[in-house]
């Protein structure tokens, strides 16, 4: 099945700084997704990215399908920003998303 | 309205008890799914439902059944779990597009289970 790889697993910034995370996947996709899961568990959708480049705010993805990859950039990160990132694709068109393990982010004042 | 809505918020049963989980949506969404996440890991597809019909388990014990009673409503039916199922419980949907593609989900809030 594919697999689907995120960097880095962790990350800490100081209040301000930009990041980008990253999302690795082994084979061509459907769907890909971006989700940030809060501290309480909900998962709230980023971005619904399969391909080309999306901008909401402060935060900005782009998928280069035919390199199999995304990245979410993050600017003038928050304390509210923190929490675990998840890339998420379906590459079998049957609606089975398939999680990568996260990049946990921190976001200290 | 995006909203995904899932009941109860915790549930703390016990390995013989019997009991259920809710999801709820009202945007017209015709698949309908069950992930698991336990403790710092990613959630992990458990059913998918499309038009009211199951079309993935994923080689879940039967010892959980879900129920799709209607378009708007899944259930996740619960009896003699064991303690190693204590997780949080996320349901989800999406709309299905052209050519059956399915297309972005929305999760609800989950349900938190504790087996006792």
């Known amino acids: 099945g594919i697999q689907v790889e995120q960097s880095p697993p962790d990350l800490i910034l100081q209040e301000g700084a930009n990041s980008t995370l990253r999302c690795n996947f082994s084979?061509?996709?459907?769907?890909l997704q971006w989700f940030h899961q809060n501290p309480w568990g909900q998962l709230i959708n980023l971005f619904y990215i399969p391909s080309g480049t999306k901008q909401n705010g402060r935060l900005s993805a782009t998928t280069v399908a035919t390199e199999r990859y995304s990245l979410l950039y993050i600017s003038s990160s928050q304390t509210t920003d923190s929490g675990v990132y998840f890339c998420a694709v379906d590459g079998s068109n049957t609606g089975k998303l398939i999680f990568g393990q996260g990049t946990t982010l921190q976001v200290k004042p | 309205d995006t909203e995904v809505t899932q009941t109860p918020k915790h549930l703390v049963m016990g390995m013989t008890n019997k009991k259920s989980l809710k999801c709820e949506q009202h945007?017209?969404?015709?698949?309908m799914y069950w992930y698991k996440q336990k403790a710092k890991k990613p959630p992990e597809l458990m059913f998918v439902?499309?038009?009211?019909?199951?079309?993935i388990n994923e080689s879940v014990p039967s010892r959980f059944s879900p129920e799709c009673p209607n378009s708007s409503l899944l259930n996740l039916h619960l009896h003699a779990l064991q303690p190693e199922d204590s997780a949080l419980y996320l349901c989800a949907s999406s709309q299905e597009g052209e050519a059956s593609s399915y297309n972005e989900q929305f999760f609800g809030p989950g349900t938190r289970l504790t087996v006792l």
């Open positions: 945007m017209g969404h015709r698949a």
């Open positions: 084979d061509s996709v459907n769907n």
């Open positions: 439902y499309s038009y009211e019909k199951l079309s």
